[in-house]
């Protein structure tokens, strides 16, 4: 009987401390850890000098991270010279291996990866990524990077020039092991010059004439298409648009664990970025926004959307495939970029992305190309004075 209340009161007690310690980050913060030890890997001049940085040639692979055992990186920093306008950071590829894989889990140009679209820069702030002042130049992740048998972080220069400055850091959590269920980060790039779909033309909102229907997702934008187990946890979303019309009318649609409809449907691109009715305004907040906007006639010109899924993530058993339309039913012609992120059991080698040329931005659509769209309208209806244009 003794040994039965003694373990009633032992239980007891483990309840009233559990119900004494608040559930939130800050709260977990005062929790005190067993096992863990503090790390960095940086580019500190190992002279004592003040050159805190590598030099990565034309066209060189340079790792920057390579340690052995288990571990969590829970935070990045980046920046470089020269600036965005002379190094294209679209053209700076960042590859990381987990576990001694061969094949990395993570694919991206640098740029892209840290919410900075088509090699420009600008500030970004949301809670896993930031793009800091000024104008963006300090590139910062917080998202956890677990490894159980060592990790590498590759950074390749296809810019056709040196970076003369990059300059890091990399914090990590040493580890005798991972907790249970430790996911592994996965990261990929992609990019579609996404065409209309449609033999109707580029017919959004009907200016065309009726609408049609798409109700299979044939020719969507992929964000990611993943095999395992996990659960995905957001995205960069980069779309050039070369009309005035709305590029938004396109549904997210989501394919989980093999279903052949979509699990998850929703009713337009601006719904599933968590705002509504066609915004064009700068708004940033710690899980979702729009850091970089078109300036330009309408929504002509280049937007970037962004969401995290931090208290919402997708979760998944045995596949997850993310699509979007470009335009209700794929009618509209787009410049799309994106990099998708989420988490799986085990850390798997993620599709190779597109390639220098193929990721090359298309330029920007500027008021003398409408000039020279309306003087050749002009001339198929003879010049007629009297021409208007609506």
Request: with cysteine; charged share 20%; glycine share 10%.
């Amino acid at each position: 009987m003794k040994r039965r209340i003694a373990t009633v009161l032992l239980c007891l007690g483990a309840l009233c401390a559990q119900a004494q310690t608040p559930a939130s980050d800050l709260a977990a913060l005062s929790q005190i850890q067993q096992g863990m030890t503090s790390k960095r890997v940086s580019s500190f001049d190992k002279t004592g000098g003040n050159d805190d940085f590598l030099r990565i040639e034309k066209d060189e692979k340079k790792i920057v991270f390579d340690v052995k055992g288990a571990g969590i990186i829970n935070h990045i920093w980046i920046t470089m010279a020269p600036e965005p306008g002379a190094l294209n950071r679209n053209d700076i590829i960042i590859r990381m291996y987990w576990d001694g894989k061969a094949e990395p889990s993570v694919v991206s140009p640098i740029g892209p990866f840290f919410g900075q679209g088509w090699g420009e820069s600008y500030e970004f702030n949301s809670l896993p990524l930031i793009a800091g002042p000024d104008r963006g130049k300090g590139l910062v992740s917080y998202f956890s990077m677990p490894f159980a048998n060592g990790a590498k972080i590759e950074i390749e220069n296809q810019t056709g020039r040196p970076i003369d400055n990059f300059y890091y850091y990399v914090d990590y959590v040493a580890m005798n092991k991972l907790p249970a269920n430790a996911g592994r980060f996965h990261s990929w790039y992609n990019k579609q010059l996404a065409g209309s779909a449609g033999e109707g033309g580029e017919n959004e909102w009907g200016i065309l004439g009726k609408t049609g229907y798409n109700t299979t997702g044939k020719d969507n934008y992929l964000f990611a298409d993943i095999k395992g187990k996990g659960h995905f946890v957001g995205v960069n979303y980069y779309v050039h648009c070369p009309t005035p019309v709305w590029y938004g009318e396109g549904d997210d649609m989501i394919y989980i664990d093999g279903s052949p409809s979509p699990t998850l449907h929703g009713t337009g691109t601006e719904d599933y970025f968590n705002t509504a009715f066609c915004p064009k305004n700068i708004f940033q907040h710690a899980y979702y926004g729009y850091p970089r906007v078109n300036n330009d006639m309408g929504w002509l010109g280049r937007t970037h959307l962004y969401r995290f899924h931090i208290t919402d993530p997708l979760y998944f058993d045995k596949s997850f495939k993310f699509t979007i339309e470009h335009g209700h039913n794929n009618v509209l012609t787009l410049d799309l970029a994106s990099v998708a992120y989420w988490y799986q059991s085990e850390a798997t080698a993620v599709p190779p992305i597109p390639g220098k040329e193929a990721r090359a931005p298309k330029p920007l659509i500027n008021i003398g190309d409408f000039h020279r769209w309306r003087n050749e309208w002009r001339k198929s209806k003879g010049n007629d004075p009297q021409l208007w244009g609506n």
